[in-house]
């Protein structure tokens, strides 16, 4: 019953930004956790940021913070993470995870959707 689905990824040249979106259907957002995760080949899936349901509290991974944004619209169930001055590190799929808790995600519980791709390259 849970689904989530990304979008917003493609390619960029480094310094650029994207806007990816995670469309949450069969729950409402507002009593889950919505994390980002990334993962390229041959590398570990990495927690990139987290936003909490109950209190709005953020989560930023040191590689991301100062430059990606975290944010929820509950209206439209959807949460987006804004990322700006793009490097080719982040070249990745990115993932959205839901849990109750920004805990429970960055440990490795939650739903996932399928992912979307994000390319950093001239």
């Known amino acids: 019953q849970v689904q989530l689905v990304e979008s917003g990824g493609g390619l960029v040249q480094p310094g650029g930004s994207l806007r990816l979106s995670c469309a949450a259907s069969?729950?409402?957002?507002?009593?889950?956790?919505i994390g980002w995760f990334r993962q390229a080949p041959g590398k570990e899936r990495e927690g990139v940021s987290c936003i909490n349901s109950s209190d709005g509290s953020t989560y930023y991974a040191d590689s991301v913070k100062g430059r990606f944004t975290i944010s929820r619209d509950n209206a439209s169930n959807t949460v987006y993470l804004h990322m700006n001055s793009l490097k080719p590190e982040d070249t990745a799929v990115y993932y959205c995870?839901?849990?109750?808790?920004?805990?429970?995600?960055?440990?490795?519980?939650?739903?996932w959707g399928q992912g979307t791709q994000v390319t950093v390259s001239s």
């Open positions: 069969g729950f409402t957002l507002d009593y889950y956790a």
């Open positions: 995870v839901a849990d109750p808790s920004c805990v429970s995600i960055l440990v490795g519980f939650g739903s």
